[in-house]
C-alpha cells in the first residue's frame, strides 16, 4: 500500500512513510472490511462516518509538516486511524469526535495499541479544546462549510491547519491554512470528499 499508493503519489516525508508503514489499518476498520484495509480507498465505520483513505490521510499529515516536538488537534476521530498516524510522529495528539460511539471505541483501541500521547474527547470538534492550546497544527477530517473561527483562534502563530470546506456530500477543497504574523494566509490544495462537519459547523 505505501510503495504505490503512497510513495508513489508524491508523498515523500520519510516520518510519515514510516507512520504509514506502522500503523496497522486493519485493526482500525470493522472485521468486516479487514481484507481491504490496506486498498486505498475509504471504508464505512459505522453510524454513516468512514476511515479516510490512507493516501489523503498520509497527504494530510506530510503537510502540516509534523515534527516529535509538536501538539496536534485533529478534529472528527471517527475510528481513531489518522489520530494514531500523527501519533507516531508528533508528540502529543489531541481528537475530538461528536458521535460518542467513535469517540468512545476509538479511544479504547487507542489504548489497547499503545497511543498514550493520543487524547480523545466526545464533543463538537467546531469550538476547539481550549484547555491545550495554542496548537502547532489542527487537523480537520470532516468537510466543513466554513473554517470555524474558534480553531483558528486556537492555531499557533506560524501554526498549520488543513481542513477540507465546501459543502456538505460534494467535493470540498482540502485547504491550508498558516497564521503568519497574526495574518492567515489560505492555499487551495486538492479536491477532496469528506463526510460533513456536523453540530455547530452546519449552521
Ligand atoms: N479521522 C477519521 C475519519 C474521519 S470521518 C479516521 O481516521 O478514521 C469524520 C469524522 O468526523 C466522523 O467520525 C464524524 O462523526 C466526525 N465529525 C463530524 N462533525 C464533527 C464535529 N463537529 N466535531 C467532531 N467530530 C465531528
Do not use: C
Not at 10 to 25: F, H, N, P, T, Y
Not at 49 to 74: C, D, F, G, H, W
Amino acid at each position: 500500500m505505501v510503495e504505490r499508493n503512497i510513495k508513489g503519489r508524491g508523498i515523500d516525508d520519510k516520518a510519515v512513510l514510516a507512520a504509514m508503514r506502522s500503523v496497522e489499518r486493519h485493526k482500525f476498520v470493522p472485521p468486516e472490511f479487514a481484507d481491504q484495509a490496506y486498498a486505498d480507498h475509504p471504508l464505512p465505520i459505522g453510524y454513516d462516518q468512514t476511515i479516510s483513505q490512507p493516501y489523503i490521510v498520509a497527504y494530510m499529515t506530510q503537510v502540516i509538516r509534523p515534527n516529535p516536538q509538536m501538539k496536534v488537534l485533529e478534529i472528527g476521530t471517527g475510528s481513531g486511524y489518522q489520530a494514531a498516524v500523527l501519533a507516531e510522529i508528533v508528540k502529543q495528539v489531541y481528537t475530538i469526535e461528536i458521535v460518542a460511539e467513535h469517540g468512545k471505541a476509538a479511544a479504547e483501541r487507542l489504548k489497547k495499541l499503545g497511543y498514550d500521547n493520543v487524547q480523545v474527547k466526545v464533543g463538537d470538534g467546531y469550538l476547539g479544546w481550549e484547555e491545550h492550546a495554542p496548537y502547532d497544527a489542527i487537523v480537520v477530517t470532516a468537510g466543513a462549510a466554513t473554517v470555524p473561527p474558534p480553531l483558528l483562534e486556537q492555531l499557533k502563530e506560524g501554526g498549520r491547519m488543513v481542513i477540507p470546506v465546501g459543502p456538505p456530500h460534494k467535493t470540498q477543497t482540502l485547504m491550508l491554512l498558516e497564521k503568519k504574523k497574526g495574518k492567515t494566509v489560505s492555499k487551495k490544495l486538492i479536491p477532496v470528499v469528506f463526510v460533513p462537519f456536523t453540530g455547530k459547523g452546519q449552521e
